[in-house]
């Protein structure tokens, strides 16, 4: 036993379980892929603190490139980012995606043994949160964000504060109603089971008093459990249009009338014991709509896209200040890898901005002095110096945003609501006859009790209830085949597109499986001195390329010199060497590509590396099952796909290429108003305005705890050939709702055909709502699992 | 059967009781995370390498 797990951890990294290179590093036996996971190790063993490598096997992550986090020492930015501060003890909480297994758990709760300036520290694992409590006056929050990103858990500190946004969405009161009327509901039914069973002579003196605490009991049951369905009635009656809570609401009201009228008159034992169970299932029904995901946000903007805080020069003096007191004219310092926050014009340096956010084009782009740089770019070489012209708030990206036409303008009315207004005509009308009839009949009483009866038993809480319970099931489906879906109101649009817009670099082509690939020759000997030089930069496409290499020793170099973000030159064993983009190479080369890493050795031209995105598996058989839908390509990248594109997407669907972000957004509302229903697939940035704006937006991602623009759904990059199961199975759901109604209406006509003769008696009509609910809920559950089965996604 | 009035009154203050501890479980968050404690309980303490040997002395 102990031999193969020897085995096993020899070929991968002890701390990140990321494959060995061939050189790789060691200490203490162990063995580790870079210098960085070496040195959370060292970090851990030297503060006892190896257990984290106990509860689970090479628990790690690599390390990310540094960061800066001068910011952090600004007062007025600590205190937006405190919780709680008091004389020398402070908290915070800090959202930290790398959370994902129990030795994060152990290894962030023992904090303290690193530094016993922080007192305790206690993790929310499905939130990927962890609250830290530390005396503020020993530790700095700088030094405490530094702590965390030495052992590998980087907290995402951005403008949209993912935590505290979080705290405020969940509605902690329908929890409480919901307990409330549990309770009122069990001593109701307790209390009414003397009538349903017959009372005796000698038990009749116990009942006045059970009807008093009947009614007793329904008065919060009515007026606190059931005050939303008051509210939302006034409201929508104001505005002219009838809801699914108007009939309820009514209904509410004619209960909990009927039950005082009774018992104080002592004429019967009322309704109480089907209001409450009423007012009970509605809110449950209701929670589960309410339901979300904790781990994914869907309702990201720019801003959690944006840093806090930039560095800005005051009289050459370099200083952090937060991104919402930026004005125009100050001077921004951006570093390599750093965003540029608003739209500013390029002083000094020489910029190659990544604008991947805003337009989706992947190729840097190189702008010159005095030129603008819209926000979100993204810089890829050295510092620059900018001067911002227009505050973060009214810049181009954030435009996109506070955009006006977005969908709130479109009446977006579900089946319920559409329902509910026949419903409860029908149920007035039929009432109104009953009481008309027993008023001809000169029965008074009797046509009092019809029309409350009606009321009472032509409830529509079956019709409250299917929708959560399908769409609920549905939802939990989707999830365990990695579609995340916003909430059960989203999955009703899903199964009304008709239009499916495709965004391309990230959507239909996958950014994890991106292949290093060489155009040109080299030689083992040229191999090894490519790898000895790409070894000892950090960025992303060296270590790229230095995987896909994988050779088995290095040399020694001189001369060694870095242009960030261009290129790289070294002496190696006398032979001079360049790796990088064109216009850093000594000589000039005609005919190939500008993309890629060049190589020149010794002033010969070499070849390049590049990076070839991969179209995802299956492509063309989920176009082709998706061919009953109108299909559309928006890329914002060059055409350079077109031909592979057109040999999978039918004729007559639209593809077009250079699509800027406002061009996307003004396709899908075009659509929209020629009465399509659109559904987009994007991924990044540059699609959030389309996402926004289509009644259904799915926001692709390989990784679920990357940052994904808001969106109804986040779509796993592996589900994606799913997708016409998915659409299908949402459409069935519908299916399911219609039916479990037509079941609703047959038990009501039993109902109202004992409430128009005026005899319901409150034990039918309290047997018979539970038997219907339970018909129901039974129903829905079945049913969509024999769709989903159907669908082979169980 | 008087008493009856007595049990019924009983049983009700019984469930006032429950159901107000319930708001205050609820109202002081513990019921926020209700999946890391069963992680948490799994975790060993600290055992030492002096610890284990005084330990293996001691019995």
């Given at each position: 036993?102990?031999?193969?797990?020897?085995?096993?951890?020899?070929?991968?990294?002890?701390?990140?379980?990321?494959?060995?290179?061939?050189?790789?590093?060691?200490?203490?036996?162990?063995?580790?892929?870079?210098?960085?996971?070496?040195?959370?190790?060292?970090?851990?063993?030297?503060n006892?603190?190896c257990?984290?490598?106990?509860?689970?096997?090479?628990?790690?992550?690599?390390?990310?490139?540094?960061?800066?986090?001068?910011?952090?020492?600004?007062?007025?930015?600590?205190?937006?980012?405190?919780?709680?501060?008091?004389?020398?003890?402070?908290?915070?909480?800090?959202?930290?995606?790398?959370?994902?297994?129990s030795?994060?758990?152990?290894?962030?709760e023992?904090?303290?043994?690193?530094?016993?300036?922080?007192?305790?520290?206690?993790?929310?694992?499905?939130?990927?949160?962890?609250?830290?409590?530390?005396?503020?006056?020993?530790?700095?929050?700088?030094?405490?964000?530094?702590?965390?990103?030495?052992?590998?858990?980087?907290?995402?500190?951005?403008?949209?504060?993912?935590?505290?946004?979080?705290?405020?969405?969940?509605?902690?009161?329908?929890?409480?109603?919901?307990?409330?009327?549990?309770?009122?509901?069990?001593?109701?039914?307790?209390?009414?089971?003397?009538?349903?069973?017959?009372?005796s002579?000698?038990?009749?003196?116990?009942?006045?008093?059970?009807?008093w605490?009947?009614?007793?009991?329904?008065?919060?049951a009515?007026?606190?459990?059931?005050?939303?369905?008051?509210?939302?009635?006034?409201?929508?009656?104001?505005?002219?249009?009838?809801?699914?809570?108007?009939p309820?609401?009514?209904?509410?009201?004619?209960?909990?009338?009927r039950?005082?009228?009774?018992?104080?008159?002592?004429?019967?034992p009322?309704?109480?014991?089907?209001?409450?169970?009423?007012?009970?299932?509605?809110?449950?029904?209701?929670?589960?709509?309410?339901?979300?995901?904790?781990?994914?946000?869907?309702?990201?903007?720019?801003r959690?896209?944006?840093?806090?805080?930039?560095?800005?020069?005051?009289?050459?003096?370099?200083?952090?200040?937060s991104?919402?007191?930026i004005?125009?004219?100050?001077?921004?310092?951006?570093?390599?890898g750093?965003?540029?926050?608003?739209?500013?014009?390029?002083?000094?340096?020489?910029?190659?901005?990544?604008?991947?956010f805003?337009t989706?084009?992947?190729?840097?782009?190189?702008?010159?002095?005095?030129?603008?740089?819209?926000?979100?770019?993204?810089?890829?070489?050295?510092?620059?110096?900018?001067?911002?012209?227009k505050?973060?708030?009214?810049?181009?990206?954030?435009?996109?945003?506070?955009?006006?036409?977005y969908?709130?303008?479109?009446?977006?009315?579900?089946?319920?609501?559409?329902?509910?207004?026949?419903?409860?005509?029908?149920?007035?009308?039929?009432?109104?006859?009953?009481?008309?009839?027993?008023?001809?009949?000169?029965?008074?009483?009797?046509?009092?009790?019809?029309?409350?009866a009606?009321?009472?038993?032509?409830?529509?809480?079956?019709?409250?209830?299917?929708?959560?319970?399908?769409?609920?099931?549905?939802?939990?489906?989707?999830?365990k085949?990695?579609?995340?879906?916003?909430?059960?109101?989203a999955?009703?649009?899903?199964?009304?597109?008709?239009?499916?817009?495709?965004?391309?670099?990230?959507?239909?082509?996958?950014?994890e499986?991106?292949?290093?690939?060489?155009?040109?020759?080299?030689?083992?000997?040229?191999?090894?001195?490519?790898?000895?030089?790409?070894?000892?930069?950090?960025?992303?496409?060296?270590?790229?390329?230095?995987?896909?290499?994988?050779?088995?020793?290095?040399?020694?170099?001189?001369?060694?010199?870095?242009?960030?973000?261009?290129?790289?030159?070294?002496?190696?064993?006398?032979?001079?060497?360049?790796?990088?983009?064109?216009?850093?190479?000594?000589?000039?080369?005609?005919?190939?590509?500008?993309?890629?890493?060049?190589?020149?050795?010794?002033?010969?031209?070499?070849?390049?590396?590049?990076?070839?995105q991969?179209?995802?598996?299956?492509?063309?058989?989920?176009?082709?099952?998706?061919?009953k839908?109108?299909?559309?390509?928006?890329?914002?990248d060059?055409?350079?796909?077109?031909?592979?594109?057109?040999?999978?997407?039918?004729?007559?669907?639209?593809?077009?290429?250079?699509?800027?972000?406002?061009?996307?957004?003004d396709?899908?509302?075009?659509?929209?108003?020629?009465?399509?229903?659109?559904?987009?697939?994007?991924?990044?940035?540059?699609?959030?305005?389309?996402?926004?704006?289509?009644?259904?937006?799915?926001?692709?991602?390989?990784?679920i705890?990357?940052?994904?623009?808001?969106?109804?759904?986040?779509l796993?990059?592996?589900?994606?050939?799913?997708?016409?199961?998915?659409?299908?199975?949402?459409?069935d759901?519908?299916?399911?709702?219609?039916?479990?109604?037509?079941?609703?209406?047959?038990?009501?006509?039993?109902?109202?055909?004992?409430?128009?003769?005026?005899?319901?008696?409150?034990?039918?009509?309290?047997?018979?709502?539970p038997?219907?609910?339970?018909?129901?809920?039974?129903?829905?559950?079945?049913?969509?699992?024999w769709?989903?089965?159907?669908?082979?996604?169980? | 059967?008087?008493?009856?009035?007595?049990?019924?009154?009983?049983?009700?203050?019984m469930?006032?009781?429950?159901?107000?501890?319930?708001?205050?479980?609820?109202?002081?968050?513990?019921?926020?995370?209700?999946?890391?404690?069963?992680?948490?309980?799994?975790?060993?303490?600290e055992?030492?390498?002096?610890?284990?040997?005084e330990?293996?002395?001691?019995?």
């Amino acid at each position: 036993m102990e031999d193969q797990s020897k085995t096993t951890t020899k070929a991968i990294c002890y701390h990140c379980g990321e494959d060995l290179p061939k050189v790789k590093y060691q200490t203490d036996d162990k063995d580790f892929c870079c210098a960085g996971c070496m040195a959370v190790f060292k970090i851990l063993s030297e503060n006892n603190l190896c257990n984290y490598y106990v509860y689970n096997n090479n628990p790690g992550r690599q390390l990310k490139n540094e960061s800066h986090l001068e910011y952090l020492d600004d007062p007025k930015i600590i205190d937006q980012l405190l919780d709680y501060k008091h004389e020398s003890s402070g908290i915070i909480t800090f959202y930290i995606p790398a959370i994902h297994c129990s030795s994060c758990i152990w290894l962030l709760e023992h904090l303290y043994k690193i530094n016993p300036a922080i007192f305790s520290s206690r993790i929310d694992f499905l939130k990927k949160q962890v609250t830290i409590n530390f005396n503020h006056e020993e530790i700095s929050l700088k030094h405490l964000v530094e702590t965390l990103n030495q052992i590998g858990y980087e907290p995402l500190i951005s403008l949209q504060d993912v935590v505290k946004a979080h705290s405020s969405s969940v509605d902690k009161t329908l929890v409480l109603k919901i307990a409330v009327a549990g309770f009122l509901m069990g001593n109701v039914m307790l209390f009414s089971f003397p009538e349903y069973f017959g009372l005796s002579g000698f038990e009749k003196q116990f009942q006045s008093l059970f009807g008093w605490l009947n009614l007793a009991f329904s008065i919060p049951a009515a007026f606190y459990c059931g005050r939303d369905y008051f509210t939302s009635a006034i409201t929508s009656i104001k505005h002219k249009h009838i809801n699914l809570d108007t009939p309820l609401a009514l209904i509410i009201a004619v209960l909990f009338l009927r039950t005082a009228f009774e018992v104080i008159f002592a004429t019967g034992p009322g309704f109480a014991d089907t209001l409450t169970g009423l007012v009970f299932l509605l809110l449950m029904g209701k929670w589960l709509k309410q339901r979300t995901y904790h781990h994914i946000s869907f309702d990201r903007d720019y801003r959690s896209y944006f840093p806090i805080a930039v560095t800005t020069l005051e009289k050459g003096k370099e200083k952090p200040v937060s991104i919402n007191d930026i004005k125009i004219g100050d001077r921004l310092w951006i570093r390599n890898g750093e965003l540029v926050p608003a739209d500013a014009i390029l002083m000094k340096g020489d910029a190659w901005v990544d604008m991947s956010f805003v337009t989706g084009e992947s190729e840097p782009i190189h702008k010159v002095l005095g030129e603008i740089i819209y926000a979100g770019g993204r810089q890829t070489t050295e510092a620059i110096e900018l001067e911002v012209i227009k505050p973060v708030s009214q810049s181009y990206l954030t435009g996109l945003w506070n955009n006006e036409n977005y969908k709130n303008n479109i009446e977006k009315q579900n089946f319920n609501d559409s329902v509910a207004k026949y419903f409860s005509l029908g149920v007035f009308l039929i009432a109104f006859a009953a009481t008309a009839y027993w008023l001809f009949q000169h029965d008074s009483h009797k046509a009092w009790s019809a029309f409350t009866a009606v009321i009472i038993v032509a409830c529509p809480c079956v019709l409250a209830l299917s929708t959560p319970f399908t769409l609920s099931a549905i939802l939990s489906v989707f999830d365990k085949k990695g579609f995340y879906v916003k909430n059960t109101d989203a999955v009703e649009e899903l199964a009304k597109c008709d239009t499916l817009i495709f965004d391309k670099t990230g959507t239909l082509t996958s950014n994890e499986n991106a292949e290093i690939c060489f155009s040109g020759s080299l030689t083992n000997e040229e191999k090894l001195i490519v790898a000895s030089l790409l070894r000892n930069s950090t960025h992303p496409l060296s270590r790229h390329i230095l995987k896909a290499l994988n050779v088995e020793r290095f040399y020694s170099l001189n001369d060694y010199k870095e242009v960030v973000g261009k290129g790289l030159s070294a002496q190696i064993n006398s032979h001079t060497i360049y790796a990088g983009h064109l216009s850093m190479l000594p000589v000039t080369i005609k005919s190939v590509g500008e993309t890629g890493v060049h190589i020149v050795i010794d002033h010969n031209y070499k070849g390049c590396f590049d990076i070839k995105q991969q179209w995802r598996p299956g492509l063309a058989q989920l176009v082709s099952k998706l061919s009953k839908f109108n299909l559309q390509v928006l890329s914002g990248d060059t055409d350079k796909d077109r031909s592979m594109l057109t040999t999978i997407f039918p004729e007559q669907s639209t593809i077009r290429f250079r699509q800027r972000p406002h061009q996307k957004l003004d396709a899908v509302l075009s659509l929209q108003e020629s009465g399509n229903t659109v559904m987009m697939l994007g991924d990044g940035l540059n699609d959030a305005g389309a996402l926004k704006q289509s009644n259904f937006g799915i926001a692709l991602t390989d990784n679920i705890n990357n940052f994904t623009p808001g969106c109804d759904a986040i779509l796993q990059g592996g589900g994606l050939n799913l997708l016409p199961h998915f659409i299908q199975l949402s459409k069935d759901g519908l299916k399911v709702i219609k039916i479990s109604f037509a079941i609703a209406i047959a038990y009501n006509c039993i109902g109202i055909y004992y409430a128009v003769q005026g005899t319901l008696y409150p034990l039918v009509a309290a047997v018979l709502m539970p038997v219907s609910t339970v018909t129901i809920i039974l129903f829905t559950t079945l049913a969509t699992r024999w769709f989903a089965r159907k669908n082979k996604l169980i | 059967m008087n008493i009856l009035y007595f049990l019924v009154g009983c049983s009700v203050l019984m469930a006032l009781i429950f159901l107000g501890a319930f708001f205050w479980a609820y109202k002081t968050g513990q019921n926020d995370d209700v999946h890391t404690p069963g992680i948490r309980v799994l975790f060993d303490d600290e055992v030492t390498a002096e610890k284990s040997e005084e330990d293996h002395f001691s019995s």
